[in-house]
């Protein structure tokens, strides 16, 4: 690992291992007053911040980041972003709504990271063919049944293949 800016380590993996080398910004100093300050500059970071600038265009808006810009678990997903949820553990009938409630908040990011794709014409492979989720261990097989109960039970089209 290469030291990040202060405690934080900043790996390189995922998306990242294609990208040049980047430098990390200045560290911030002095004091600064703003209407807006979005902590973390991930994928939910960098959309907050872009939405806050669409909502007030006036106003300027601080973004911390630790370590570079989507190096935390943001670098870490290799790029996908997918509109169903798994949670870990065996499904619970009585957090159905509850998991239909995150997954709708991840397909309304879903269609929003879509458009500004398409309205940007941005090349990113972007591809719609779903993903896989695999196992290699007893665990993560005990896992992966508990997805796939999870999957049926909110009726989410899937295909398992063994």
């Not at 690992?1 to 002095?30: K, N, V, Y």
């Not at 979005?38 to 980041?65: F, Y």
């Not at 630790?66 to 169903?84: H, I, K, M, P």
């Amino acid at each position: 690992m290469t030291p990040g800016s202060g405690d934080f380590p900043t790996d390189r993996h995922g998306w990242a291992e294609l990208l040049p080398e980047r430098r990390a910004c200045q560290t911030l100093s002095g004091t600064h007053r703003v209407p807006w300050v979005v902590v973390g500059a991930g994928v939910t970071g960098l959309a907050c911040a872009r939405r806050l600038a669409e909502l007030h265009p006036d106003q300027e808006i601080l973004l911390l980041e630790a370590r570079l810009v989507g190096q935390g678990a943001s670098g870490r997903n290799s790029g996908f972003a997918v509109a169903v949820s798994h949670f870990t553990g065996g499904f619970e009938a009585d957090r159905m709504e509850s998991y239909r409630r995150v997954n709708r908040i991840h397909q309304a990011g879903l269609d929003l990271l879509r458009a500004q794709v398409s309205e940007h014409a941005i090349d990113c492979q972007w591809h719609e063919g779903g993903f896989h989720h695999a196992a290699a261990d007893r665990p993560s097989v005990h896992e992966c049944e508990n997805f796939l109960r999870y999957l049926e039970a909110m009726e989410i089209p899937h295909t398992p293949l063994d």
